[in-house]
């Protein structure tokens, strides 16, 4: 393997499984670091590390529950740690659930948020510190097109992915002087385990509603993800970009 300061250091927070696993391994590479971060699910993020190092990737596995902020703090420290620096920081991790408004209890209200919004924004604060020294950086934080349009049944869901477009559009104006983008990924449907709870007839009424007719494959997410990573997308920041098929235009 080269030597580890001449690649992209990358963290990826919920790494092991669905958007998470397919942008690691999109961006695996023998110019990449990366930190696959997971909270439970050791097994599944060994499988995606083994896969990533079949592809000549410097890659790591951390367990951490980012919705702590002493967790995640630990989390980036131990990235600039191992590898001197960061790059690039896509916040992925998050939760969905399928509520009545009136039946949301302040319990499932505050855990959508502190994984959805809260971990966001306690692994951006000590990325960024890294990133303003070294005068550049890439943040790419998931939103979800229900951030953008709302979903009936998940006001907490989408609060908090509206809530990541807040921070997306701010952020990025404040840190644009240190040579740091931030945008975000707001994707429609995509086939993970996250939206196995539709029936068959709700899958086919979503798809018939989505102008190219299917839900949005994982590996799609991962290649908008890599496109904003890359050096083609060095003056884009600020900016929600939302591959859903055109369920919403």
């Known amino acids: 393997m080269s030597n580890s300061n001449s690649r992209k250091t990358i963290i990826i927070t919920g790494g092991s499984r669905g958007i998470g696993a397919a942008i690691a391994l999109e961006l695996a590479s023998e110019n990449t670091n990366i930190i696959i971060n997971y909270n439970k699910n050791k097994d599944k993020a060994l499988e995606i590390l083994y896969k990533t190092r079949e592809k000549n990737c410097n890659s790591i596995i951390y367990q951490a529950d980012i ?12 990235a600039i740690e191992q590898f001197g620096k960061i790059d690039i920081l896509i916040n992925n991790a998050g939760i969905s659930k399928q509520n009545l408004f009136t039946d949301i209890s302040v319990e ?3 855990k959508i948020f502190n994984t959805n919004i809260n971990s966001m924004f306690y692994c951006t604060q000590n990325t960024a510190k890294n990133m303003i020294k070294n005068n550049y ?7 979800s097109i229900w951030g953008i349009a709302g979903a009936s049944c998940e006001v907490h869901y989408s609060a908090s992915k509206a809530a990541v477009i807040g921070f997306t559009k701010a952020l990025a104006k ?3 002087p240190s ?11 995509v086939n993970t385990d996250m939206n196995k709870f539709f029936t068959p007839e709700i899958s086919q009424e979503l798809k018939y509603d989505t102008p190219l007719g299917r839900f949005c494959e994982p590996e799609e997410i991962a290649k908008t993800v890599k496109f904003l990573c890359s050096s083609d997308a060095d003056f884009i920041t600020g900016q929600v970009i939302s591959p859903n098929g055109g369920f919403l235009i």
């Open 108 to 110: 499932e209200w505050h």
């Open 137 to 143: 950086g890439k943040i790419i934080n998931i939103s």
């Open 179 to 189: 040579n740091i983008t931030v945008n975000c990924v707001a994707p429609g449907i």
């Open 67 to 78: 919705s702590d902020y002493n967790q995640a703090q630990n989390l980036i420290n131990h």
């Open 174 to 176: 404040e840190l644009g």
